[in-house]
Every structure is written in structure tokens, then in C-alpha cells.
């Protein structure tokens, strides 16, 4: 069975951490560029953070996310990180994992993805 089912979010003061998670299953994961994407309510859906495949080594931040926000995989347990540090009210909205067969476009785009999963809620808040 195809999928990528997500972990990690919950409640954070600002200025707190968390740790994202993506476990994918039934692709080839290493050869797949895997990421993030948050939506807020009545807004369209932002890439976060990318990582494609180990073959070609190239890692996507969103100019909001930048020295904040860490991606990394784990291909030998088809896992994708995102560790998220100074936390904002802002970085609030549902985030989502998504993966893509090899694309020379970059950054990659919602409409672009191939596999998504339902997404975890991740809340800053004092």
C-alpha cells in the first residue's frame, strides 16, 4: 500500500521545537524528492521544506523557514524529518507530507506532487 502517513505535531509556545515525521510505504522512497508543505485555513498550500533523492542532493527552505527549520531522511526506514526550532504564531497551519518522482522543476509545487498524506497540526500558541 502506497502512503505517507505523518507524526509530530501538536502544541508549542512560541519560541519552542518539534519534530515532524513522514513514514513512507510502497515506492521507492530513496529515489523519490520528499517534503513538506503547511496550509493555513482560506490560504493556499506553502512549500516548506524539500529533499530530493540522495542522487541528486538538493534540500528547498522557504525564505520564512530559513535558519529555522531543518529537513532530513532516513532512507534505510523510508523516514523524512522536519525539525522545526523558534516556533511562530505564524508557522501554526496544518502540515503535510508529499512526495514526487524526479522533476526538474524546483521548487516543487503542490499541483507537481504525486503522493500526499493526511497531515498533522501543528498549533504556537502562548
Known amino acids: 500500500q502506497v502512503q505517507l502517513v505523518e507524526s509530530g505535531g501538536g502544541l508549542v509556545q512560541p519560541g519552542g521545537s518539534l519534530r515532524l515525521s513522514c513514514v513512507a510505504s510502497?515506492?521507492?522512497?530513496?529515489?523519490?524528492?520528499i517534503g513538506w508543505f503547511r496550509q493555513a485555513p482560506g490560504k493556499e498550500r506553502e512549500g516548506v521544506s524539500f529533499?530530493?533523492?540522495?542522487?541528486?542532493?538538493?534540500?528547498y527552505y522557504a525564505d520564512s523557514v530559513k535558519g529555522r527549520f531543518t529537513i532530513s531522511r532516513d532512507n534505510a526506514v523510508n523516514t523524512v524529518y522536519l525539525q522545526m526550532n523558534d516556533l511562530k504564531p505564524e508557522d501554526t497551519p496544518d502540515y503535510y507530507c508529499?512526495?514526487?518522482?524526479?522533476?526538474?522543476?524546483?521548487?516543487?509545487?503542490?499541483?507537481?506532487?504525486?503522493?500526499w498524506g493526511d497531515g498533522t497540526l501543528v498549533h504556537v500558541s502562548s
Open positions: 529533499s530530493t533523492s540522495p542522487l541528486h542532493g538538493r534540500t
Open positions: 510502497g515506492f521507492r522512497f530513496d529515489e523519490y524528492t
Open positions: 508529499a512526495a514526487r518522482c524526479y522533476s526538474k522543476a524546483w521548487p516543487p509545487q503542490a499541483w507537481g506532487m504525486d503522493l
